[in-house]
């Protein structure tokens, strides 16, 4: 968990997500409407079974859930409004806790149709497709892109660093922005940090 938080983390901080897929709003899906927490706790109440819901919280809250949900359920015999809130609530405390084992906080229930992460939507895509062979490389070409990229601007700032004060400080930026955007995804991708030291 602690990895993919990091992987999510470096992902937004370096902007792959826009160079991926185009510009967008990164929301996360797991706290919308139409999202698979909520489209699965759905089903659950309607089939009156809990247990395809436990997976999106941890074993800690697993009794939390069955207890909120089995509520639910008994609630819910009396339709109406009454229905409504109790569904309400199980939706809420169960988003609540799954956000909470991602280490992200809860803000509320999105409505359907909210614009998440283009990252996340065609991570999504790959699954239902059966294949990450599209969205690999296209998130390798869209790193190696953004490598080169900042490698030109610091290779071109080199040159005349020596320059001036000025140049100097142009070619500094270029540099650390290069080396951190490199270990960024270096350590999104094997978890390695050095011990928290960079040298920068």
């Known amino acids: 968990m602690r990895k993919k938080n990091l992987l ?77 809130l109790a569904t309400r609530h199980f939706l809420e405390v169960l988003v609540r806790l799954h956000r909470a084992s991602e280490g992200a906080p ?3 229930l999105k409505p359907a149709g909210t614009a998440i992460s283009p990252a996340v ?15 690999a490389s296209a998130v390798g070409a869209a790193v190696e892109a953004a490598i080169k990229e900042r490698y030109a601007a610091v290779a071109e700032a080199r040159a005349t660093k020596d320059d001036s004060p000025g140049k100097g400080r142009e070619f500094v930026h270029h540099y650390v922005e290069f080396v951190h955007f490199v270990k960024g995804v270096h350590e999104a991708l094997t978890g390695f940090d050095a011990h928290g030291h960079d040298g920068h």
């Open 121 to 135: 939507e065609k991570s999504d895509a790959a699954i239902e497709a059966g294949s990450a062979d599209e969205l």
């Open 8 to 84: 999510r983390a470096t992902l937004a901080a370096v902007g792959i997500g826009a160079i991926l897929f185009a510009s967008g709003p990164a929301g996360a899906h797991c706290d919308a409407m139409d999202g698979p927490v909520v489209t699965e706790a759905k089903q659950a109440l309607e089939e009156g079974d809990v247990t395809p819901v436990l997976k999106w919280v941890t074993e800690d809250d697993e009794e939390e859930i069955r207890s909120v949900f089995d509520s639910a359920i008994a609630v819910s015999e009396y339709g109406g409004d009454a229905r409504e």
């Open 106 to 108: 809860y803000t509320g």
